[in-house]
């Protein structure tokens, strides 16, 4: 029984051509002798000549050929589409400091200005005076310094 | 040189005929290894283009260590692996190994080619997939043990007893059709 356990393990090997000479010599020698394994090995036969003649499919020679055409035709008209996107969005990326520079720029003048005092006597009225005009005067009118 | 080595290298440098003639010579492999594991036409039609577009991307990533076609067979299985899990059709199909033997129940005459066809179909998408993908390779593509250890990852003693278990249970549900397959 043990050695039927054993050949059994063996016989598609065996069945196949896949089993050494040892073990090919340990098959048939088993089989002299065991009906039951005999008819094992009959019946794995059967079933292995039923898969063998399976009816295969064919497709027409061209015809994976010319779906796979159109499907990578597909795929690099998509793949175009992208790189223009992705082109647009590279360009974008690397425009966005500027609008962010303008807008930074814009509040720090504002900031700045917010806080300047306004000037309620210009220069132009100053000199308009007839008062005598310094540069040092000039300068703090021209800053928004009142004097 | 290997002419797949040639097709390859055709296509590397350019010419996508290289490319072509390698879906023309293995298409039908292909095909009857998807339909054999999945028993579906046009879905198989689908893998096998699947399986090929696969190549068409990874070609350059192909290393020659192996067989181009043991590459090749490599992304079969884990393509039609892939749909089989999205479809969760892991299980047996106890079914239709019960339709199987109503198709033979009449005269044994009677029964055509396209029937008994259908039984094994269905005698084979009935034991689980880990067993068909081993006696597929054998009895349908005819690869050796060694080459069906590489494309299944796993030694040659466990493609032996892989083989021997999916011819067990093969044996079973054929006998089960009264005769009419075995």
């Known amino acids: 029984m043990i050695k039927c356990a054993k050949v059994k393990r063996l016989l ?3 069945l196949d051509k896949e089993a050494d ?3 090919t010599e340990l098959v048939e020698s088993h089989l002299d002798n065991c009906l039951l394994c005999k008819q094992e090995l009959s019946a794995l036969s059967q079933v292995k000549g039923i898969i063998i003649r399976k009816q295969r499919k064919s497709l027409p020679q061209d015809y994976l050929v010319c779906r796979l055409r159109e499907e990578i ?8 589409s992208f790189s223009w996107l992705t082109g647009m969005g590279n360009l974008a990326h690397r425009l966005i400091p500027v609008p ?3 807008i930074a720029l814009s509040i720090a003048f504002l900031l700045i200005t917010s806080n300047q005092p306004v000037s309620k ?8 005076s007839g008062t005598q005009t310094t540069t040092e005067t000039a300068l703090a009118l021209i800053l928004g310094e009142q004097s | 040189m290997n002419e797949d080595i040639l097709c390859i290298e055709r296509f590397l440098a350019g010419e996508e005929e290289g490319f072509e003639a390698l879906v023309r010579k293995y298409q039908d492999r292909v095909l009857n290894i998807v339909y054999s594991l999945i028993g579906r036409d046009r879905e198989s039609e689908d893998i096998a283009q699947e399986v090929f577009l696969k190549v068409y991307h ?3 990533s192909f290393r020659q260590r192996s067989q181009f076609s043991t590459w090749l067979y490599r992304i079969v299985m ?7 899990r999205k479809r969760r059709n892991y299980t047996s199909d106890e079914g239709a190994i019960k339709n199987s033997v109503a198709l033979l129940e009449g005269p044994r005459e009677a029964v055509l080619t396209k029937e008994k066809a259908e039984i094994i179909r269905k005698a084979l998408g009935s034991i689980p997939l880990k067993f068909r993908a081993a006696v597929v390779l054998k009895d349908i593509e005819g690869l050796s043990y060694i080459d069906i250890s590489k494309v299944l990852r796993c030694s040659i003693g466990t493609v032996e007893s892989k083989i021997y278990r999916a011819r067990q ?3 079973t549900q054929l006998l089960k059709s009264e005769g009419g397959a075995i």
């Open chain 1, 21 to 23: 000479k040892a073990d």
């Open chain 1, 121 to 128: 006597y210009s220069l132009e009225e100053h000199l308009l």
């Open chain 2, 58 to 60: 990874h070609l350059s």
């Open chain 1, 12 to 14: 598609s090997r065996y």
């Open chain 2, 169 to 171: 249970l093969l044996k």
């Open chain 1, 100 to 102: 962010v520079a303008a």
């Open chain 1, 73 to 80: 035709a597909g795929e690099k008209h998509t793949q175009g």
């Open chain 2, 78 to 84: 884990n393509t039609t692996y892939d749909f089989l």
